[in-house]
């Protein structure tokens, strides 16, 4: 594990620092658990972003939503 120093606003270590008295994990918890959602969201934007110029200069292509439900032989829940 890696250990990594931040400085953050008063306002924001103290409501920090309340949360995690009030439910008994660490700040360390709830900073690490912030950084992964946030990492998460970071990341499925570099994809979507990445699909998309890669569909806008023609090194993809887009599939019909009919024809996944009739390849896969799926239900169409519309």
């Given at each position: 594990m890696?250990?990594?120093?931040?400085?953050l606003?008063?306002e924001?270590?103290?409501?920090?620092?309340?949360?995690?008295?009030?439910?008994?994990?660490?700040?360390?918890?709830?900073?690490?658990?912030?950084?992964?959602?946030?990492?998460?969201?970071?990341?499925d934007?570099?994809?979507?972003?990445?699909?998309?110029?890669?569909?806008?200069?023609g090194?993809?292509?887009?599939?019909?939503l009919e024809?996944?439900?009739?390849?896969?032989?799926?239900?169409?829940?519309?």
């Amino acid at each position: 594990m890696k250990t990594l120093s931040i400085c953050l606003p008063d306002e924001i270590a103290e409501r920090l620092q309340k949360l995690a008295k009030a439910t008994g994990k660490t700040n360390a918890h709830y900073v690490a658990e912030v950084i992964c959602e946030y990492l998460e969201d970071l990341e499925d934007a570099y994809v979507a972003e990445t699909r998309w110029r890669d569909l806008q200069e023609g090194r993809s292509s887009t599939v019909a939503l009919e024809e996944i439900i009739d390849k896969f032989k799926l239900e169409d829940k519309n």
